[in-house]
């Protein structure tokens, strides 16, 4: 059977994985009583909340003697990563482009990566059945883009497709009328578009892992494809370590991919992608070669993390209440278990007694691994995402992003006015008669925190995208600091009517009454830039002359509720999150008041004598 090896790629919600299902559906791959639900090769239940792809994943269909082995991309920046490594494995790239949106940052971002590999593109202009959607346009500045990106004379005579994935119809041609309820015309430009692997089927074993699995059975595995030779279970091989050592181990396991089924096999043959089992700490860009006839593939870049984040146990006065796991060594097991699969994820030690650097490719990289953690039972804590900071020739560095943002243009005073305040530095500003598009280039602490203000001053109708552009030297200037002080408990005890309604005006609440607090928590935002220590715990005080249920009917104002990655974004250098399966709540690192009123007046004064 001949293979063709492709990945999708596309701007974050651009329809991926929903062309992933169709084609699955409309190929003759899935049994007669195989249902997929929809969007199926977004596993995990935060995906399917979310409607983003956060791991690559990979499948195959059968299409007219063609195994097609597809990895549906994710399509955010943080987990760019992921793409990057893809782009070894295969042959050709399927990039798929909203039909009103048209080419957006990740899109150049995605293409940038394929036409450096050397890779064939086919172009998809999706969801061609949207009231606004403008495909002649849209190829017009996919072309564009593949010449801005100097793609070379056989990249840039691309084939199109045009298709609404949801509803399962494509067709070669951008009418409307045209579309047929079949993926034939996108699998055919497959199988006639994507070169065959070029790889040697005899000779001695090469295979390189470009993605890492993990299961309980059998551990880490890595995903790749056999560049020569043929890999079977039980066979000794050598593992040609990215440090330049060597390790000789037996596979253990085979696994290859159809439809939604991933089954074991004993051999597989070179252009196939498939996992391998056998070595407990086998790496991306590791090659596995028969003994005695080692021969590395060149390396495979891993993209270094840009943001950390310090996650410890949970020490405040709640600590073990509403979770499963809750020391430190659980916590330690859990961080050191996702780097197993997630390369760009790096853990270590700090100086403190049980506390890590967790260092991710963005807010969202390590808020997904928060929000899994605490649905499985955790209890932790985790400080403001910072970014990581490096030394370049002696000077001081910091990661810089490129960001577009697409908003009406009512809205583009107060968005350049906020994105100036955070460091960013405007490059080009397009508008249309309703439109703007405003291309920044924003140091990463710029960014952090940036989501709610953009919101706000957007009134919700800006959508901002970006991806990490370079190192450059940082900037002396304080960005994207909270400008407004918070409601800080003064005791432990339960919320009442009464002492929220005494403080309301003081700020905007985060707690509703029978809430239970404790002394350092943080219950609101002050509407000062200080911080305010108040008693929302206080109960009316009652005498011979007011009876008890005198003035019950207190009105008081809906509460402001925090998500977790809100929660992330608010918080100042001197403060948490406080992470369980069933409460998330922001404190103070210092608890006690009279110490924290002691430690920030030294700090003051240390600030103000520098």
């Not at 699995?213 to 551990?219: F, I, K, Q, R």
């Not at 197993?340 to 963005?362: A, H, P, T």
């Not at 969202?364 to 910072?386: S, T, W």
């Not at 107060?414 to 508008?431: C, F, W, Y």
């Amino acid at each position: 059977m001949e293979i063709r090896n492709v990945a999708i790629i596309a701007h974050v919600d651009h329809g991926k994985t929903t062309l992933v299902d169709q084609l699955l559906k409309k190929s003759e791959t899935l049994a007669s009583r195989e249902n997929i639900d929809e969007r199926v090769m977004d596993s995990n239940d935060l995906e399917r909340e979310r409607g983003i792809t956060i791991l690559a994943k990979n499948t195959a269909v059968k299409y007219k003697g063609y195994k097609i082995n597809i990895l549906d991309t994710p399509g955010h920046a943080d987990f760019s990563g992921e793409v990057e490594r893809i782009m070894k494995m295969v042959d050709g790239v399927v990039l798929v482009v909203d039909a009103y949106e048209g080419a957006m940052p990740q899109t150049r971002f995605v293409l940038k990566q394929a036409l450096e590999n050397n890779l064939k593109p086919i172009v998809v202009i999706n969801k061609v059945d949207k009231p606004s959607a403008r495909p002649v346009e849209v190829v017009d500045e996919v072309l564009d883009l593949f010449i801005e990106l100097g793609a070379n004379d056989d990249q840039l005579d691309f084939k199109v497709a045009y298709a609404s994935a949801t509803h399962g119809t494509s067709s070669l041609s951008p009418e409307l009328e045209s579309q047929e309820p079949t993926m034939d015309y996108i699998l055919d430009l497959i199988v006639s578009e994507i070169p065959a692997p070029e790889v040697e089927k005899e000779g001695h074993l090469q295979f390189q892992g470009a993605l890492l699995d993990y299961n309980e059975y059998v551990g880490r595995m890595a995903i790749g494809r056999i560049k020569r030779g043929t890999i079977r279970t039980n066979e000794i091989v050598s593992c040609l370590r990215n440090d330049g050592t060597t390790k000789q181990f037996r596979i253990q396991k085979i696994y290859s991919f159809l439809g939604l089924q991933k089954s074991e096999i004993q051999e597989a043959y070179a252009g196939d992608i498939v996992a391998v089992a056998g070595l407990a700490d086998i790496n991306v860009g590791e090659t596995l070669c028969d003994v005695g006839f080692e021969e590395a593939l060149p390396p495979i870049h891993v993209s270094e993390p840009t943001v950390e984040m310090y996650f410890s146990t949970n020490d405040s006065p709640f600590a073990g209440k509403e979770g499963k796991f809750v020391t430190s060594t659980k916590l330690e097991e859990r961080l050191y278990r996702e780097t197993q699969k997630d390369v760009s994820l790096r853990v270590v030690k700090s100086g403190n007694q049980d506390e890590w650097i967790v260092c991710g490719r963005g807010e969202l990289h390590l808020g997904i691994l928060i929000e899994n953690m605490r649905r499985e039972g955790y209890e932790f804590q985790v400080a403001k995402p910072k970014p990581i900071i490096k030394e370049i020739d002696g000077v001081k560095s910091e990661p810089y992003e490129y960001v577009q943002i697409d908003l009406p243009n009512e809205y583009v005073g107060p968005t350049i006015e906020l994105i100036g305040r955070r460091g960013g530095i405007l490059e080009s500003m397009n508008s249309d008669v309703s439109q703007t598009r405003l291309i920044y280039t924003v140091p990463s602490r710029g960014l952090i925190g940036l989501s709610t203000d953009f919101m706000t001053s957007t009134k919700g109708f800006g959508t901002l995208s970006h991806y990490f552009l370079e190192y450059r030297p940082m900037e002396n200037v304080q960005v994207g600091k909270r400008k407004l002080g918070v409601l800080v408990a003064s005791e432990d005890g339960v919320t009442t009517a009464y002492g929220i309604g005494q403080i309301e005006d003081r700020g905007i609440l985060f707690v509703e009454p029978n809430t239970n607090v404790y002394e350092g928590m943080i219950v609101g935002e002050c509407n000062k830039e200080e911080d305010l220590t108040v008693n929302v715990a206080k109960m009316k005080q009652q005498t011979n002359q007011r009876s008890s249920n005198k003035d019950m009917t207190v009105v008081l104002k809906r509460p402001r509720i925090m998500g977790l990655e809100a929660c992330m974004e608010y918080i100042n250098d001197d403060e948490l999150v406080e992470i369980t399966p069933r409460s998330i709540r922001l404190r103070k690192k210092i608890l006690n008041t009279e110490l924290r009123k002691k430690f920030d007046a030294k700090r003051m004064k240390e600030e103000k004598n520098a």
